[in-house]
Every structure is written in structure tokens, then in C-alpha cells.
């Protein structure tokens, strides 16, 4: 913890500078010149070390997938107003209430969140000042909804007739993927820089091959120009999912059966002033869907163990915590996903 009291010790060199300064007698009008810049250089780094000691400079969380950035945040709220969302709300944390009130956003302004509350909801005052999490989804036309998280504080309460209503101030963070592990992400073909896949053995001790040099020859790579053959069809932090085209991997299903884990190299594309750097993954097979119509095959896989490349001759891989992910590949697709928002590329 800073101590501001400190500053005003009489041996401090800031303070020493200005009563220095400030002295009539003290300096000649050349000096003077070289003080005040001391004494500048010396404010703004102590600006400096108080704005990185409450965390500035630090928007992202990796863990978690959020924005702390206010037009992000904004532009999410505003879809969420557009399309009516239901605001679902319970006091935080939630461990000290399960209740959760199904709450309709009533308005959107620069100082508040309004939400209406159900018939038969009457909030107190004694709720201003509590802390309230928020959870809501913008819907999609033929996909998986987005869903989000906030954490927000009551600033008021009122009512007009039998309706009563809560204002929540503006969230300083927005989390994404509140009803699974890992936010998805349909990827543009042009944001793989490459992609391929290995069949891989596993033993016992679920360990695999360190050395890229005993690997066969790939089993598909992907072509962005041409994913006829191999297709991304969603990325994220924990895992992926493929398609196959039968016609053309003869034996795919009997392959598919006997080699449930793949080694995998993936490396993407810059986005948001972020490079994610090329990793290897093994992976599990978790689900498998034929689709007679488009004559394709789906597999999703979800990331056990992994290592980014350094240039080293093997392999160290790391296990991966399910519900963490892959701390880079977590940051990456959220900030992805945030560009193509803004673009309204996706909705």
C-alpha cells in the first residue's frame, strides 16, 4: 500500500526540491528552470508508479475472457438493449443467495443501467449500495447465443405503480462465457495462418511423443484458400472443432474410432496488437456428429496437453486445466471476437 503521508517527510527529495524552489532566496532564475523539470519528471513518475499499482495498463484478463475497455462495453450493452435481452440478477456473490431475478433492461443512459423488475419484486432502499451479478445473452440468427457476466453496484431504487425498478451503475468489466467453459469462435478462413493434424498413440501414463521428428507425415492440412478437405468451423480456449469431408479421408470413420487423441500445430494470424505464437496440442476427441445432409463429418476436440513452440528441438508439454484453457488462445479468440463485433461482421 502507498502511504501518501509519507511524501510529506521533511527528508523526502521531491519535498526538499520544492521548498527549495519555492524559496525566494534559494536559486537563480537558471537554476529555477532545471528544478521545475526535476520536479515534473518526478511528479509524473510518481503518476506513473500509483496508475501501475492500481492496476492501469492492464485491460485483459487472460483467465477469464473480459473487456474492461467503456466503447467495448458500451457497444455490448447497447445490443443487449436492442435486442431486448432479459437481465438475470442475484446479490453477489452468489453463494449468499441462489435466488435470481429474471429482469427486463428498461433503459440505457451514461449513468446507469435501469432495470424493470417482475410483478411482485419490490426492492428496498437498503439495497442501494449492494453488489448485484448480472448475467444476459445477445442472441444469434442460427447460432449460439453470446453470453455475458457483469458485476455491478445499486445506486437506487423506485417505483411507478405496481412496477418497481433498480438502477445499477455502469460495469467497469464485461465477461464473456457465462453458460460454458469457453466462449466459441467461428473463425474467418483468413485468420489461420496454419493448421494441421497428426494421428497420435497414447499410453498409459498419458504421455506423448516430444520429438516432432518421430511423427508421421500430417493427416490433414489446413488450406485456407481451399478447406474443402479440413474445415474449422469454431475455435476456443479449451478446444475445436473439425470437419471432414468422408469422400475424401477413405477409412475416416474406422480411423476416428481408433485414434480418439491428435497432435495439432496452430498458429494465427496478428489480431488487436496481439501475436499468439504457433502451439502444439494434443486432443481429445469429445464429440462426433454425421451430417447426411452437407456429407460431412464433425468432430470436436477438447485440448489436454499442450507446448508453445520456441524453437526447441522437443517438446515439453504441459497439461491443460479444463477450465482454464489456454491462457494465450483464451486472450487471443476473445480479443477476435471483440474486432469482428465492432466490425458487425458477426452479431
Not at 438475470?88 to 441462489?98: L, N
Not at 442472441?139 to 457476466?149: M, S
Request: proline share 7%; hydrophobic share 40%; glycine share 6%.
Amino acid at each position: 500500500m502507498i502511504d501518501l503521508f509519507s511524501f510529506q517527510a521533511s527528508e523526502n527529495p521531491l519535498r526538499q526540491i520544492s521548498l527549495t524552489f519555492f524559496n525566494p532566496g534559494g536559486h537563480q532564475p537558471e537554476e529555477s528552470h532545471i528544478v521545475t523539470t526535476a520536479v515534473l519528471v518526478g511528479a509524473v513518475i510518481l503518476a506513473y508508479l500509483i496508475w501501475k499499482r492500481f492496476g492501469g495498463g492492464a485491460p485483459w484478463n487472460r483467465q477469464s475472457g473480459a473487456t474492461v475497455v467503456p466503447r467495448d462495453i458500451s457497444s455490448i450493452l447497447e445490443q443487449a438493449m436492442v435486442l431486448r435481452s432479459r437481465i438475470d440478477m442475484s446479490f453477489h456473490p452468489i453463494t449468499t443467495s441462489r435466488q435470481t431475478i429474471s429482469c427486463t433492461l428498461f433503459e440505457l443512459a451514461d449513468t446507469g443501467i435501469t432495470l424493470e423488475m417482475p410483478i411482485g419484486v419490490s426492492p428496498s432502499d437498503a439495497w442501494a449500495g449492494k453488489l448485484m451479478v448480472c448475467y444476459f445473452r445477445i442472441p444469434r440468427e442460427n447460432k449460439q447465443p453470446y453470453y455475458y457476466t457483469f458485476v455491478s453496484q445499486v445506486a437506487g431504487v423506485w417505483n411507478k405503480g405496481d412496477i418497481s425498478y433498480v438502477i445499477l451503475g455502469i460495469p467497469s468489466k464485461v465477461e464473456l462465457g457465462q453458460k460454458r467453459k469457453h466462449l466459441r469462435l467461428e473463425l474467418p478462413p483468413k485468420d489461420i495462418k496454419d493448421f494441421r493434424i497428426w494421428p497420435a498413440t497414447e499410453d498409459g501414463s498419458f504421455h506423448f511423443e516430444t520429438d516432432p521428428k518421430n511423427w508421421p507425415d500430417p493427416l490433414a492440412v489446413y488450406v485456407r484458400e481451399d478447406p474443402s478437405k479440413l474445415k474449422v468451423l469454431d475455435l476456443s480456449g479449451g478446444g475445436i472443432k473439425l470437419s471432414f469431408d468422408p469422400h475424401l479421408y477413405d477409412g475416416l470413420d474406422d480411423f476416428v474410432a481408433k485414434n480418439p487423441v491428435l497432435f495439432m500445430r496452430l498458429e494465427l494470424e496478428q489480431t488487436d496488437d496481439m501475436e499468439f505464437p504457433p502451439y502444439f496440442m494434443a486432443a481429445r476427441l469429445r464429440t462426433k456428429v454425421q451430417d447426411p445432409a452437407l456429407g460431412v463429418m464433425m468432430l470436436g476436440y477438447e485440448f489436454v496437453e499442450c507446448c508453445s513452440t520456441d524453437g526447441s528441438e522437443t517438446i515439453d508439454w504441459v497439461k491443460i486445466d479444463p477450465e482454464r484453457g489456454i491462457d494465450d488462445l483464451v486472450t487471443w479468440v476473445f480479443k477476435r471476437h471483440l474486432e469482428l463485433y465492432r466490425e458487425r461482421e458477426i452479431v
